[in-house]
């Protein structure tokens, strides 16, 4: 059982930026593929970025593409979601999430069914 905490979300303008961090208390990620999701209120949950165990690949929703990074500390303990030019349709609850398998990267990183491990989410409010 790997548990996952968020953090990092918040209130914040339109146009402003946040920094999403998601770890695994008392463990490092190392090995592991993780993805960001989001949900909105009334809406399905949505990918958002992924990364791949080894950290070469990076994967991420058009709607996302240019504003938001997903990386990881040296230690392998963070993994991060950097957003930028955040608009109010990026209002949502963000969940980062992990698989079982490590050293192994899911066949599609952007299905959520492919992942075993969930936190609990982080709020992210952008207000316009």
């Known amino acids: 059982q790997v548990q996952l905490v968020e953090s990092g979300g918040g209130l914040v303008q339109a146009g402003g930026s946040l920094r999403l961090s998601c770890a695994a208390p008392?463990?490092?990620?190392?090995?592991?593929?993780v993805a960001w999701f989001r949900q909105a209120p009334g809406k399905e949950r949505e990918f958002v970025a992924a990364?791949?165990?080894?950290?070469?690949?990076?994967y991420y929703a058009d709607s996302v593409k240019g504003r938001f990074t997903i990386s990881r500390d040296n230690a392998e303990k963070t993994q991060y979601l950097q957003m930028n030019s955040l608009k109010p349709e990026d209002t949502a609850v963000y969940y980062c999430?992990?698989?079982?398998?490590?050293?192994?990267?899911?066949?599609?990183?952007?299905?959520?069914?492919?992942?075993?491990?969930w936190g609990q989410g982080t709020q992210v409010t952008v207000s316009s």
């Open positions: 999430a992990t698989r079982m398998v490590v050293y192994s990267d899911p066949p599609n990183p952007k299905d959520p069914s492919q992942y075993d491990y």
């Open positions: 008392g463990r490092t990620l190392r090995g592991r593929a």
């Open positions: 990364i791949s165990w080894s950290g070469t690949n990076t």
